[in-house]
């Protein structure tokens, strides 16, 4: 096999503008600017499968095996190990879209302060196991535990995203001990959500997550970044196209669809009070995120998604929680803003054990 196809390819290309020089010499015709090259469709990449077998991830990967429900299930994870450590270990949840390899960044910048960094794939994503069965939060953050005796930490540091951040409130509100601090980066679930989406069957969940396309889904990913798509970001687009191209697409789609009921049924928004932990809000103040917006007639969900105001009444609902605001910044400011997002997260994590 080449293995040359199995590194993710940057294939974006930036809109050039041609701009003229100043003269003196009277005004020529505009410029014509130059057409952007069309974005790629990946017809020709190698297939990806349900195991993301070749997708490159950032430090090397690990495997957690145990049963759950008679299953035989295999658990990715990433356990970076500082070269000077401070003792404190710090847990990613990455977001439903995602999986632990966009956490590069945040990897690197915590594990050179010292932190030692475990990033999972929860079961259903990335490089773990993909079974066809109900999920919950609550089987997320006993696998989340479970990986954590395996390893050995007892106590640890939360930063979160996204899906991850509803994960992240369930795991501190099921496991409080086991959490010095909560950090909530752009979470699902500061709102209510159920009164305005209507629930969905899990066989039309498929059928749409079938008919995706490269274009669609392009769409969708460059939705949570607004005016910060960046070529690098291209790579989420290339590993949906990769992976639909693969004949284990159906069961991936399928377990897209079981893990969009599990949102649905695991809202946060009544737990948020009842959180005990130190708790950071981080809020990209572009972000305009709805779980579920397609299924809603525009009048129902006008009034949500609105994360500026999400992340101020968060703040007076979560006891002792900070808030952080993002200017200029979308739904995943470790991508977006890495620097600001980092200093935020030191800052926050600095004094809590």
């Known amino acids: 096999m080449n293995t040359r196809l199995l590194r993710p390819t940057m294939l974006l290309s930036l809109a ?68 000077q ?22 990897l690197r910048a915590l594990s050179e302060q010292g932190y030692r960094v475990i990033a999972p794939d929860q079961i259903g994503f990335g490089r773990s196991a993909k079974p066809e069965m109900r999920y919950t939060f609550a089987m997320l953050a006993d696998n989340t535990a479970r990986l954590l005796d395996h390893l050995k930490v007892e106590r640890v540091a939360i930063v979160a995203n996204s899906m991850g951040g509803m994960l992240g409130v369930h795991f501190s509100r099921r496991y409080p001990q086991r959490v010095s601090a909560l950090v909530l980066e752009n979470p699902l679930g500061l709102e209510d959500y159920v009164p305005s989406i209507p629930p969905q069957q899990t066989a039309n969940l498929l059928k749409l997550e079938m008919a995706q396309t490269t274009t669609s889904y392009r769409a969708f990913i460059k939705s949570y970044f607004k005016d910060n798509y960046r070529p690098e970001f291209e790579r989420f687009v290339e590993q949906f196209a990769r992976m639909q191209r693969s004949a284990e697409y159906p069961r991936v789609a399928h377990v897209s ?14 737990e948020l009070p009842k959180l005990t932990v130190p708790t950071l809000l981080a809020i990209g103040q572009l972000d305009r995120t709805v779980f579920g917006r397609r299924f809603a007639p525009p009048e129902a969900v006008k009034n949500l998604g609105y994360f500026p105001q999400l992340g101020k009444d968060s703040q007076k609902r979560i006891p002792g929680a900070k808030l952080v605001e993002f200017d200029n910044v979308g739904h995943v400011p470790h991508l977006e803003a890495p620097e600001r997002f980092h200093a935020a997260v030191l800052a926050f994590l600095a004094d809590k054990r």
């Open 16 to 83: 050039v503008l041609l701009a003229g020089c100043a003269t003196t010499q009277a005004p020529s015709a505009p410029a014509a600017t130059v057409a952007a090259a069309p974005a790629p469709t990946y017809d020709n990449a190698e297939p990806l499968g349900a195991a993301m077998e070749g997708w490159v991830y950032p430090y090397p990967v690990q495997m957690l095996q145990f049963e759950h429900e008679g299953r035989l299930l295999r658990m990715a994870y990433m356990d970076v190990q500082p070269a």
């Open 85 to 106: 450590p401070n003792g404190k270990t710090v847990v990613l949840f990455h977001g439903k879209n995602f999986g632990a390899e966009y956490w590069a960044n945040t």
């Open 257 to 270: 669809a079981l893990t969009y009921q599990m949102i649905y049924e695991g809202p946060t928004y009544n």
